[in-house]
């Protein structure tokens, strides 16, 4: 009987856990995207990618990807009777160089990637400026842009953090987050990189013209007294303007400062070297045009940076400019042709470097339907690449082309984002 007593609390318990409401789960969401290819080069070999040297920040990457690459993403939704929801999101990413039929982590040539993993929520606040607010916490893609031609992520602020957005504030939106990059559990004298951020945006300021822009301040924290830390901060504005020539533009300038906020497009997830007295600048242009009936769609894109970094005297300049136009033959027959140059300037040394780099490609696709961003796409594709000396010097392609000043890659590649 005293057994059946003491049992009973532990009963009662169970009762209720399994008598508790119970989150929902209203589906799951796949998302993703991969890129595979093979080829070779004018000179043999595997295929072989064209890159500037530092500053040069991107590639054209059209008949210019060497590595296979898969991101899939899946979302778990929860809901409940009174508008409450949340959903948790999981992206990974594999890597590998397509050098043979299995490579390993362990020294074979591939990469398993954890790119996200949080945790989102919302309808707690009711109506009113917050009523579609969500609180997020967890290591998650935060406020990207990128060129996609160029596979340029010229803003781009993830990591592990928390934050809350979607807040309305009038004639805009705001969010804020936290972020912190960087240290060891385990090991009191890490210096971690911690970042507050405040977005602003979906401002309309003009017909078919928006404004966006975030600021960033960042600090060093460290338990290690004599740890050196430092600060920065950083903003980023773009103007998007829909209706042009049939598709859309869109503008951006970069703004840093200090040792946090002074570099290229790593900041601001990983932080500047500089002195206080440094400064970057980046400016970036692209344009997408569809010129409807015509079959003729396509993409543009202009950058510009520079890094003024006192520690040194000179600074780090790159500049890149190209286009992208695609024709279609049909709703599934189209060939794409990319042009791109790209000139890296580097005057913090005893002698001043300047690299240049330009490719051209030709490429034959079949796509589902038609247009620029049409995926998935099947295509073949041919690359020719010139440089210059220093450029020749500092190494191109993993030296396949020797001495020589110019080269050729081939192959076919499938690409495709759901």
């Known amino acids: 009987m005293n057994n059946r007593l003491k049992a009973l609390p532990l009963v009662v318990a169970m009762a209720a856990a399994f008598a508790a409401p119970v989150a929902r789960a209203d589906g799951i969401d796949f998302h993703g995207y991969f890129r595979v290819q093979a080829g070779g080069t004018s000179e043999g070999g595997n295929l072989q990618c064209f890159q500037g040297n530092f500053p040069v920040r991107s590639k054209y990457r059209l008949g210019n990807e060497c590595d296979n690459y898969a991101e899939p993403s899946i979302a778990l939704n929860f809901g409940d009777s009174n508008g409450v929801w949340g959903r948790w999101k999981l992206t990974t990413a594999i890597q590998n160089q397509g050098k043979q039929d299995a490579e390993s982590t362990t020294g074979g040539g591939m990469n398993f990637l954890m790119r996200e993993n ?15 607010a969500s609180i997020w916490v967890g290591q998650r893609f935060y406020n990207r842009h990128d060129v996609h031609m160029t596979d340029y992520y010229y803003w781009s602020s993830g990591g592990p953090g928390a934050g809350i957005e979607e807040i309305s504030a009038g004639p805009m939106k705001l969010a804020f ?60 504005l773009e103007h998007t303007q829909d209706g042009i020539l049939g598709g859309w533009n869109k503008f951006s300038l970069i703004w840093g400062n200090n040792k946090g906020g002074n570099g290229f497009e790593w900041l601001p997830v990983f932080p500047g070297t500089g002195k206080s007295d440094s400064s970057a600048l980046r400016l970036t242009e692209q344009l997408y045009v569809d010129f409807k009936g015509t079959g003729w769609t396509g993409t543009a894109t202009a950058a510009y940076g520079k890094v003024d970094d006192k520690t040194s005297p000179g600074a780090l300049t790159w500049t890149s400019f190209g286009v992208r136009p695609q024709y279609n033959f049909t709703e599934q027959v189209s060939v794409a042709l990319e042009a791109g140059t790209d000139q890296g300037k580097d005057t913090t040394g005893a002698v001043a470097k300047t690299y240049k780099l330009s490719k051209i490609t030709v490429a034959p696709q079949l796509t589902l339907t038609r247009g620029v961003w049409a995926r998935p796409v099947l295509r073949a594709f041919a690359t020719y690449a010139s440089w210059n000396d220093d450029q020749q010097a500092a190494g191109v392609a993993n030296g396949v082309f020797g001495a020589k000043k110019s080269g050729m890659t081939f192959g076919v590649q499938a690409e495709a984002w759901w």
């Open 177 to 236: 987050a936290y972020f912190q990059n960087g240290g060891n559990a385990n090991a009191a004298a890490d210096t971690v990189v911690k970042r507050l951020q405040l977005r602003f945006y979906d401002i309309s300021v003009n017909p078919g013209g928006k404004l966006e822009g975030e600021y960033v301040h960042l600090f060093d924290s460290s338990a290690n007294p004599a740890a050196s830390k430092g600060t920065g901060d950083a903003l980023f």
């Open 118 to 132: 949080y945790y989102a929520g919302g309808g707690f606040f009711g109506r009113g400026a917050f009523e579609n």
